[in-house]
């Protein structure tokens, strides 16, 4: 007996990561697993450039590395905008769409790129979530020194792992890898970025993350839209052991962004974890995502 299966859409919504500067998928899959097992539908892209789309240099990887090599090698990143970006992930939520509702989130430099889709589909989306994720709203904070006390410790950090590409200046490359064989800047890099975290969990986060990012998407087109963003509800996510992007400019992002549009303005949630407290906290935030829905 033949027995014939129909695919039916689900009203329950599937949960869309985009990942920050230097990551890629794979990070998000602490918190994917959480989501499953709540019964929820989720996709973590890798934008262009990295993770599985990107051709990392091997230099990278090798131990011990060739810090020349490094310098010299090619990168993935090159020629990569922000339009990039925006068109993969417009076409993954096209096709996601067709079974339900999306809900988009990003961390850190992804807020750039869920921003821009969000200005392009919002009639794709029920809802953009930032985990401490970048929200720009207006121009000036492209050109302009911010009105706010940002006391980060990524900079620091960021300085100390940069490796200057011969081939291309206007790809930054970060030796993340470097932090393995330093005690002191291992525990630089952790305070930083995941400092709620073990030694172990943010081992893997490194092992886990790409050397490089082109920070060529920080562009107009990046700006959220009154006309475009501005209809899709927005939900921020504070983190506030965050020494990465400080609860301070959080804050900061969101005022300005319910400036543009207090008819929607943000709805503020706040988590006590570190910058990519979704990787060594998942439980946390699978817990607020899917109260938002």
Same mark, same amino acid.
């Given at each position: 007996?033949?027995?014939?299966?129909?695919?039916?859409?689900?009203?329950?919504?599937?949960?869309?990561?985009?990942?920050?500067?230097?990551?890629?998928?794979?990070?998000?899959?602490?918190?994917?697993?959480?989501?499953?097992?709540? +019964?929820?539908?989720?996709?973590?892209?890798?934008?262009?450039?990295?993770?599985?789309?990107?051709?990392?240099?091997?230099?990278?990887?090798?131990?011990?590395?060739?810090?020349?090599?490094?310098?010299?090698?090619?990168?993935?990143?090159?020629?990569?905008?922000?339009?990039?970006?925006?068109?993969?992930?417009?076409?993954?939520?096209?096709?996601?769409?067709?079974?339900?509702?999306?809900?988009?989130?990003?961390?850190?430099?992804?807020?750039?790129?869920?921003?821009?889709?969000?200005?392009?589909?919002?009639?794709?989306?029920?809802?953009?979530?930032?985990?401490?994720?970048?929200?720009?709203?207006? @121009?000036?904070?492209?050109?302009?020194?911010?009105?706010?006390?940002?006391?980060?410790?990524?900079?620091?950090?960021?300085?100390?792992?940069?490796?200057?590409?011969?081939?291309? @200046?206007?790809?930054?490359?970060?030796?993340?890898?470097?932090?393995?064989?330093?005690?002191?800047?291992?525990?630089?890099?952790?305070?930083?970025?995941?400092?709620?975290?073990?030694?172990?969990?943010?081992?893997?986060?490194?092992?886990?993350?790409?050397?490089?990012?082109?920070?060529?998407?920080?562009?107009?087109?990046?700006?959220?839209?009154?006309? +475009?963003?501005?209809? %899709?509800?927005?939900? $921020?996510?504070?983190?506030?052991?965050?020494?990465?992007?400080?609860?301070?400019?959080?804050? $900061?992002?969101?005022?300005?962004?319910?400036?543009?549009?207090?008819?929607?303005?943000?709805?503020?949630?706040?988590?006590?974890?570190?910058? %990519? +407290?979704?990787?060594?906290?998942?439980?946390?935030?699978?817990?607020?995502?899917?109260?938002?829905?």
């Amino acid at each position: 007996m033949t027995r014939i299966f129909t695919m039916r859409a689900t009203s329950r919504p599937t949960f869309v990561f985009v990942h920050g500067g230097s990551s890629n998928s794979r990070a998000w899959g602490p918190l994917q697993n959480e989501l499953a097992l709540r +019964g929820h539908r989720s996709h973590a892209v890798d934008l262009p450039g990295h993770g599985d789309l990107a051709d990392s240099p091997a230099a990278y990887y090798r131990q011990p590395q060739d810090l020349t090599a490094l310098a010299t090698a090619a990168s993935p990143m090159t020629g990569v905008t922000l339009q990039d970006n925006v068109r993969h992930v417009v076409a993954t939520l096209r096709r996601l769409t067709a079974w339900g509702p999306a809900v988009l989130v990003g961390n850190s430099l992804g807020g750039l790129t869920i921003s821009a889709v969000a200005n392009a589909v919002p009639e794709l989306l029920d809802r953009v979530v930032y985990l401490s994720a970048l929200c720009l709203s207006d @121009p000036a904070m492209l050109t302009e020194p911010w009105d706010v006390v940002d006391d980060n410790l990524l900079d620091a950090v960021a300085a100390r792992i940069s490796v200057p590409i011969v081939s291309n @200046p206007g790809v930054v490359r970060l030796n993340w890898r470097s932090a393995h064989t330093d005690p002191a800047l291992f525990a630089e890099v952790k305070a930083a970025v995941m400092a709620d975290s073990t030694d172990h969990q943010f081992r893997l986060l490194l092992d886990s993350l790409d050397p490089d990012e082109n920070h060529s998407v920080l562009e107009p087109g990046a700006l959220v839209r009154a006309d +475009g963003w501005g209809r %899709v509800p927005h939900t $921020y996510v504070r983190l506030s052991a965050d020494r990465s992007t400080t609860p301070a400019v959080q804050d $900061y992002m969101i005022r300005a962004a319910d400036a543009l549009t207090p008819h929607n303005p943000f709805e503020v949630h706040t988590l006590p974890t570190s910058h %990519v +407290g979704y990787f060594s906290r998942p439980r946390l935030f699978a817990e607020l995502l899917t109260g938002l829905v």
